[in-house]
């Protein structure tokens, strides 16, 4: 012990040899134990009919002496180098007041069993049959209490045996750092921890971890702060059918619901500090250490703490600092903690930080990962005009969040709205880098208006330019509410699927094309009914494909799925989207699970004709009269006069900027749906800005009126021009 009062301990389980180093507290053995001494011969036992009763005080018999002096081994000695096997779990202990009643038992077999025996021992230690129960250094094998710790004599029913050897605690800390190991977050870790420390090595536990946890080589700026992170102790109530009986309750109840301090500041220079800076665990009973626990516990705690070596105080060390401490306590009426039960403190210690330190960032990565594929898709859909939609993701695994499926609905000019998904090859962070660059491009190339072809082969250029082998399918489909059509174009993607209002579900004919990534090739595209009332089904492969089905057995269960879940709401009546969706997650197996999946559903509502108006302008200076009279005569017969006002202020003042700068037609257009909504077209490209006019100028007013009026309005930009829209409330 040196002078602070902390006593150090080596933290290998051989006993430390003369001349060896100590060796570190946190890996495993670094010295090599001496090499072991061969057994001495045991003598023969003499035979009794040859010696006649020694008198008091005499020396044995001398023909026995003899025949020990001459005697050889019946047999070859056992190897003694050679392993013990270590069991899997934890060394049962037995109940100690069974084996005081039942006595040693009689090997038999044994010749001379009887008469090995002390002469003179008396009472019950002569009839115990134990040998040196009555020797000179049987009192030394004692504690305080006069319990015996090599036996467990003396010890209450139901309390646990201690360890007798360093095979028991070889045998302990296997088995314990086992379980420890078995944890893959933060709390499992702790909990493996508290439970394979408690009854077996201690009463009761409290584990403390830095609050926050540094990750991987992030270095703190703030002060040390622990934190109570969990507590664990033997219940005060056994269940007498497995063994254990209720034991006695101390004088001061240690009481872990008392522990009032659950944040405890650690200052520099203080005892603590200087406890955890030592990294190797300590007993509490010395000054310097018993400072140190009241710091840790605080001023107010309740907790009381046994007297002797029955507290040790461990810190918790990961790779780089300390991350916590651990505290084991033993209660009066069990036998104290030895000197070597330190190096399996300091083994659980180094086995728990270590593994909290690779949970921290592994829940880390994690968090980055989730972060990731969230923000690669889309947080909310789209509410376009003419078409609901309703989707799905689901990871491979809750281990492997990412992956590179994606969907998305961008909405386009003229109130469509293009529908997306895509399959990246893998489902690794790689593959989600790659499809949050392909859907940033599918929704640039969605943004110029371009048909479904052209988008796919842009990206399949945008593919090579990140690797060569950067692959992908993807299906890109684009739905006009008004015209009641569905233009597809396939890129190696699974076929889409299309549920009939009759409840009738097929597979649409979709040229597959090769997938992105491939370069030199074309793609086709097919343009489609799409039935008011009819559902589209878009998907990745994961769905459909696994290794216990192909990918088209995949898409007949699909099929058959869909027509399965539409009669269940009736031929008038589709199924609700959301209850659709999960109607066909359902189909999964429990070994379909080999990809992550995107789903997307769109529900075709559609524009009636009736609640559509459009008409043709040309570019004169009468132009943005006739709208006015146009848009008018369109309100009234929708019923929805108390707009005219409004509107014919609004659609005079846009089309009076496209007239101005247009040299073709400007197209003119009213949706009533629920909103009031209107477009106006021209072949200019350039968008309008929103601009503050200054009281000289005579115009730059019509958008800024536009803003304050509409609920709201947007530029979209064509092939062709340019698309000015703005959204009035219908009441």
Same mark, same amino acid.
């Given at each position: 012990m040196d002078a602070t009062g902390v006593t150090e301990q080596p933290t290998s389980f051989e006993r430390t040899q003369s001349g060896a180093e100590p060796t570190d507290a946190r890996g495993s053995l670094l010295g090599t134990p001496e090499p072991a001494q061969a057994l001495p011969l045991q003598p023969r036992p003499a035979d009794p009919s040859l010696c006649a009763p020694a008198a008091p005080g005499e020396p044995p018999c001398p023909a026995g002496r003899a025949a020990a002096e001459h005697a050889q081994p019946a047999a070859a000695e056992p190897d003694p180098h050679r392993p013990r096997p270590v069991p899997e779990g934890i060394p049962a202990q037995p109940d100690a007041a069974s084996r005081v009643a039942a006595g040693p038992a009689e090997a038999p077999g044994v010749p001379g069993a009887q008469d090995r025996?002390?002469?003179?021992?008396?009472?019950?230690?002569?009839?115990?049959?134990?040998?040196?129960?009555?020797?000179?250094?049987?009192?030394?094998?004692?504690?305080?209490?006069? !319990?015996?710790? *090599?036996?467990?004599?003396?010890?209450?029913?139901?309390?646990?045996?201690?360890?007798?050897?360093?095979?028991?605690?070889? +045998?302990?800390?296997?088995?314990?750092?086992?379980?420890?190991?078995?944890?893959?977050?933060?709390?499992?870790?702790?909990?493996?921890?508290?439970?394979?420390t408690v009854p077996t090595f201690s009463d009761a536990i409290l584990v403390y971890l830095r609050e926050p946890l540094p990750v991987g080589d992030e270095r703190p700026v703030g002060p040390l702060v622990l934190r109570l992170r969990r507590t664990d102790r033997i219940p005060a109530e056994r269940d007498p059918e497995i063994g254990f009986t209720p034991a006695p309750a101390p004088e001061q109840p240690a009481e872990l619901s008392q522990v009032t301090n659950e944040l405890c500041e650690v200052e520099p220079g203080s005892a603590l500090g200087e406890v955890l800076r030592g990294v190797r665990p300590v007993f509490t009973d010395a000054p310097h250490a018993r400072s140190a626990l009241g710091e840790l516990l605080g001023p107010d705690s309740g907790l009381a703490v046994p007297d002797g070596q029955r507290t040790i105080l461990a810190p918790l060390r990961g790779r780089?600092?300390?991350?916590?401490?651990?505290?084991?306590?033993?209660?009066?009426?069990?036998?104290?903690?030895?000197?070597?039960?330190?190096?399996?403190?300091?083994?659980?210690?180094?086995?728990?930080?270590?593994?909290?330190?690779?949970?921290?960032?592994?829940?880390? %990565?994690?968090?980055?990962?989730?972060?990731?594929?969230?923000?690669?898709?889309?947080?909310?859909?789209?509410?376009?005009?003419?078409?609901?939609?309703?989707?799905?993701?689901?990871?491979?695994?809750?281990?492997?969040?990412?992956?590179?499926? &994606?969907?998305?609905?961008?909405?386009l000019p003229g109130s469509r709205v293009a529908l997306v998904v895509g399959d990246v090859m893998g489902h690794s962070m790689t593959s989600a880098a790659i499809m949050g660059q392909l859907r940033t491009t599918a929704q640039t190339l969605a943004g110029l208006d371009?048909?479904? !072809?052209?988008?796919?082969?842009?990206?399949? %250029?945008?593919?090579? +330019?990140?690797?060569?082998? +950067?692959?992908?399918?993807?299906?890109?489909?684009?739905?006009?509410?008004?015209?009641?059509?569905?233009?597809?174009?396939?890129?190696?993607?699974?076929?889409?699927?299309?549920?009939?209002?009759?409840?009738?579900? %097929?597979?649409?004919?979709?040229?597959?094309g090769a997938p992105i990534g491939v370069g030199g090739v074309d793609f086709e595209a097919v343009e489609l009914e799409a039935p008011a009332g009819a559902t589209l089904l878009l998907y990745t492969d994961g769905l459909v494909e696994s290794r216990l089905r192909d990918v088209w057995t995949g898409i007949e269960q699909l099929r058959e799925k869909l027509q399965a879940t539409a009669r269940l709401t009736g031929p008038d009546h589709p199924p609700p989207l959301e209850a659709l969706c999960d109607e066909v997650l359902d189909m999964l197996g429990p070994g379909d699970r080999d990809d992550d999946i995107a789903l997307l559903a769109a529900?075709?509502?559609?524009?009636?004709?009736?609640?559509?108006?459009?008409?043709?302008?040309?570019?004169?200076?009468?132009?943005?009269?006739?709208?006015?009279?146009?848009?008018?005569?369109?309100?009234?017969?929708?019923?929805?006069?108390?707009?005219?006002?409004?509107?014919?202020?609004?659609?005079? %003042?846009?089309?009076?900027?496209?007239?101005?700068?247009?040299? *073709?037609?400007?197209?003119l257009r009213l949706l009533r749906t629920n909103v009031l909504r209107c477009e106006v077209g021209d072949d200019?490209?350039?968008?309008?800005?929103?601009?503050?006019?200054?009281?000289?100028?005579?115009?730059?007013?019509?958008?800024?009126?536009?803003?304050?009026?509409?609920?709201? &309005?947007?530029?979209?930009?064509l092939s062709t021009g340019k698309v000015v829209w703005f959204e009035l409330n219908r009441n």
């Amino acid at each position: 012990m040196d002078a602070t009062g902390v006593t150090e301990q080596p933290t290998s389980f051989e006993r430390t040899q003369s001349g060896a180093e100590p060796t570190d507290a946190r890996g495993s053995l670094l010295g090599t134990p001496e090499p072991a001494q061969a057994l001495p011969l045991q003598p023969r036992p003499a035979d009794p009919s040859l010696c006649a009763p020694a008198a008091p005080g005499e020396p044995p018999c001398p023909a026995g002496r003899a025949a020990a002096e001459h005697a050889q081994p019946a047999a070859a000695e056992p190897d003694p180098h050679r392993p013990r096997p270590v069991p899997e779990g934890i060394p049962a202990q037995p109940d100690a007041a069974s084996r005081v009643a039942a006595g040693p038992a009689e090997a038999p077999g044994v010749p001379g069993a009887q008469d090995r025996r002390v002469p003179g021992a008396s009472g019950a230690a002569g009839a115990s049959g134990t040998p040196g129960a009555s020797e000179p250094d049987a009192p030394e094998r004692r504690d305080a209490d006069g !319990q015996e710790r *090599r036996s467990g004599r003396g010890l209450p029913a139901g309390r646990p045996l201690p360890m007798r050897r360093h095979g028991d605690r070889l +045998r302990f800390v296997g088995a314990a750092t086992r379980r420890i190991a078995r944890g893959m977050d933060l709390d499992e870790i702790v909990l493996g921890l508290c439970r394979a420390t408690v009854p077996t090595f201690s009463d009761a536990i409290l584990v403390y971890l830095r609050e926050p946890l540094p990750v991987g080589d992030e270095r703190p700026v703030g002060p040390l702060v622990l934190r109570l992170r969990r507590t664990d102790r033997i219940p005060a109530e056994r269940d007498p059918e497995i063994g254990f009986t209720p034991a006695p309750a101390p004088e001061q109840p240690a009481e872990l619901s008392q522990v009032t301090n659950e944040l405890c500041e650690v200052e520099p220079g203080s005892a603590l500090g200087e406890v955890l800076r030592g990294v190797r665990p300590v007993f509490t009973d010395a000054p310097h250490a018993r400072s140190a626990l009241g710091e840790l516990l605080g001023p107010d705690s309740g907790l009381a703490v046994p007297d002797g070596q029955r507290t040790i105080l461990a810190p918790l060390r990961g790779r780089r600092r300390v991350i916590g401490a651990a505290l084991f306590l033993r209660l009066p009426e069990r036998p104290a903690f030895e000197p070597d039960d330190l190096l399996v403190a300091a083994q659980l210690a180094t086995h728990s930080a270590l593994g909290i330190d690779k949970a921290v960032l592994y829940g880390r %990565e994690a968090y980055i990962a989730d972060e990731l594929q969230r923000t690669m898709l889309p947080e909310t859909l789209p509410r376009p005009t003419g078409v609901r939609l309703a989707s799905r993701y689901l990871p491979a695994a809750e281990t492997a969040r990412v992956g590179g499926d &994606w969907y998305d609905a961008i909405p386009l000019p003229g109130s469509r709205v293009a529908l997306v998904v895509g399959d990246v090859m893998g489902h690794s962070m790689t593959s989600a880098a790659i499809m949050g660059q392909l859907r940033t491009t599918a929704q640039t190339l969605a943004g110029l208006d371009l048909p479904p !072809q052209e988008v796919l082969h842009h990206l399949d %250029e945008q593919a090579q +330019r990140l690797g060569t082998d +950067r692959m992908a399918t993807c299906l890109y489909a684009v739905y006009d509410p008004v015209a009641h059509r569905i233009t597809i174009a396939n890129a190696g993607h699974p076929p889409p699927l299309l549920l009939h209002v009759g409840g009738r579900a %097929e597979v649409l004919r979709v040229p597959a094309g090769a997938p992105i990534g491939v370069g030199g090739v074309d793609f086709e595209a097919v343009e489609l009914e799409a039935p008011a009332g009819a559902t589209l089904l878009l998907y990745t492969d994961g769905l459909v494909e696994s290794r216990l089905r192909d990918v088209w057995t995949g898409i007949e269960q699909l099929r058959e799925k869909l027509q399965a879940t539409a009669r269940l709401t009736g031929p008038d009546h589709p199924p609700p989207l959301e209850a659709l969706c999960d109607e066909v997650l359902d189909m999964l197996g429990p070994g379909d699970r080999d990809d992550d999946i995107a789903l997307l559903a769109a529900r075709f509502d559609g524009i009636a004709p009736s609640d559509v108006a459009y008409w043709v302008l040309e570019p004169e200076v009468s132009a943005p009269g006739r709208a006015r009279r146009l848009a008018r005569r369109a309100l009234d017969r929708w019923g929805l006069e108390d707009l005219s006002d409004s509107v014919e202020l609004l659609v005079s %003042e846009v089309v009076t900027n496209a007239v101005r700068y247009a040299s *073709r037609p400007v197209t003119l257009r009213l949706l009533r749906t629920n909103v009031l909504r209107c477009e106006v077209g021209d072949d200019v490209p350039q968008l309008p800005r929103l601009r503050q006019a200054r009281a000289t100028d005579e115009g730059g007013r019509g958008l800024y009126l536009v803003n304050r009026l509409a609920r709201r &309005w947007g530029a979209t930009r064509l092939s062709t021009g340019k698309v000015v829209w703005f959204e009035l409330n219908r009441n």
